[in-house]
């Protein structure tokens, strides 16, 4: 009887019979990928979303006020309001802002009119907006915004008339850019008995120059800020500086927000870096170094982290800041929940105190983290 030998196959015949081999699975596998991600998708869709907080304060508070960080009204957020509408971007917030008697925050780009043609300047990114931008601010409830930023100016100077000319008829006022007298750059507002002064600085210079925004040198900022405190029984002084996706305070950010708290601002708002840092209480005044984005359409983790600061003073002139912590999704702010909420309000608190130079001038716990100063001064 003959023997049978097998041979073996060469290289050529070997993948030849891997493609077939292949091609017989891998029908049913692209079938179940696909099935996978239509599960996914789908699940993306239908995950319930948060519940609308319920938030109440305190009546016998003399003032209340949020402040929140980075706001861009353009890209991407454009297609979420057409999506979604034009309350959709604060609908989480707004219990907050209305339960506030003041509402603050920075307008990271400029109003464009409609029909009009503008001239961008020749930066790497440009941002801009329309005019719905207004009608959303003054509905969530905004007493001003901040123009004094490195994208206020992306349209040039025309970009910025047609901000600023945007605003006026509307309740929203803008702080940090003016074209005018200085007087113009510092927005007074009066609550009951409380006098409210606000002012805003931008220190992110780029190219384009710097007409008509007001710039954090000291020989401009701190006599501006003088002048607010001599108006004014509460100043809320914003700055635009640091280091972009940075959760480290530059050491001229510091110089810079206490040396506004010794010229008289009792609060100093943060942004730029685009991701949170360090709140931290000097001198009776309250520091948010960076409060981060807050509509935004950037999405990667740290930049979506994010929280709206509360602030109450009470009638004994003790003032506490609740940091509400909450992260940005497809360009809203939302609360954090889910079986991740420990995780991201954990690494929410950590990052807005790693840097804090007094753990006592806070506490942290259920849940909560409250910051707590002495701002009786401002009732006398």
Known sequence: MREKRTREFNLQESMLARTKKHKRKAFPHAVIGTII???ILLSVNWWPTPDVASVASDEENAFTASFVGDIMTGRYVEQVVDHRGTEALFQYA????????????NLENPVLMDGNEYEPEDKEIVLEAGQE?????????????NLANNHIRDYGSEGLQS?????????????GAYFGQDEEAISIEQHDDLTVATVGFNDVW??????????????ESLEMIQDADEQADLVVAHLHSGVEYSSTVTDRQEELMKAYVDAGADIVVG????VLQSVDVYNDGIIFYSLGNFVFDQGWTRARDTVVAQYELGED?????ELVPFRIREAQPRPIDGLAEPYHRER???QLTKDTSDDSTYEQSDGRLVFEVDHGHVLE
């Open 163 to 175: 901000t600023l000319t945007a605003f006026e008829p509307s309740e929203v006022d803008t702080v």
């Open 317 to 321: 002139g003790m003032a506490e800041i």
């Open 271 to 274: 942004h730029h870096p685009h």
């Open 37 to 39: 991600c239509l599960l």
């Open 348 to 350: 929410i608190f950590q």
């Open 206 to 219: 780029p190219l384009t120059g710097s007409e008509g925004v007001a710039e954090s040198s000291p020989a």
């Open 94 to 105: 707004r219990p907050y802002f209305d339960e506030a008697d003041y509402v603050t925050g």
């Open 133 to 145: 931008t207004v009608g959303i601010l003054d509905d969530a409830g905004f007493t001003n915004v």
